[in-house]
């Protein structure tokens, strides 16, 4: 089975750009969680999708944004980029939220760069 | 919300036993992960274990669970220079809601 895939693997952008980021799900898998990796603050939950809908949220301004598709896939936004929005971007798919030991399975994340 | 601590930095030989510790705070956690990051990838989950649970053991890996004193802690048997990276402690809190990962420790294994 294909492991969880993201696009694309780095971004460069300027501040006040916006960004969308891409995540496909392993097959069957119909949870995607969203995480932004930084030296300073580790690994910090953005939102997480569960049928096309937001099941849950982290704390993170209106910037960050996300949408499930029907297929699974999902994409993230971030609008009106900051220096500090510069991390590794990682999405984690599981079958479904809250099952047995809920196994999260990540891609190899997303770099993004903003100048 | 949860609290997941884990110390930074590890230095062993290569052969020799790694252990790699965490504390959680919430007394409600239901499952406790442990994930491997190599340099430039993602996340890799190693194994996990459930809360009524106190040891798992999978191949050179052991994960001792301690619930009264919300301590996890990994255990790499003849560490190799292969398993140099970053480790992360995570928990499933919040009713199976949200994971929490603690600042991951850097393993290092001299040859």
């Known amino acids: 089975k294909a492991g969880v895939t993201q696009t694309p693997r780095y971004l460069i952008k300027t501040r006040g750009q916006q960004v969308t980021l891409s995540c496909s799900p392993i097959s069957g898998h119909r949870s995607v969680s969203w995480y932004q990796q930084t030296p300073g603050q580790g690994l910090q939950f953005l939102f997480e999708?569960?049928?096309?809908?937001?099941?849950n949220k982290g704390n993170f301004p209106g910037r960050f944004s996300g949408r499930q598709f029907s297929n699974s896939r999902s994409e993230m936004n971030v609008s009106t980029l900051e220096l500090g929005d510069s991390a590794l971007y990682l999405c984690?798919?599981?079958?479904?939220?809250?099952?047995?030991?809920?196994?999260?399975?990540f891609g190899p994340g997303t770099r993004l760069t903003v100048t | 919300g949860e609290d997941v601590e884990q110390s930074l930095f590890l230095s062993v030989r290569e052969g020799d036993s790694s252990v790699i510790n965490c504390t959680y705070t919430d007394s409600s956690s239901t499952y406790l992960y442990w994930y491997k990051q190599e340099p430039g990838a993602g996340l890799q989950l190693l194994t996990y274990i459930f809360s009524n649970m106190d040891m798992k053991q999978d191949q050179r890996l052991t994960v001792l669970l301690n619930k009264k004193d919300k301590h996890l802690s990994l255990r790499i048997a003849d560490t190799q220079t292969g398993d140099s990276a970053i480790y992360f402690c995570a928990s499933l809190g919040d009713n199976f809601n949200k994971f929490y990962f603690g600042s991951g420790t850097k393993l290092n294994v001299k040859p």
């Open positions: 984690a798919s599981s079958v479904m939220p809250g099952q047995f030991s809920y196994e999260q399975y």
């Open positions: 999708y569960f049928s096309e809908t937001q099941r």
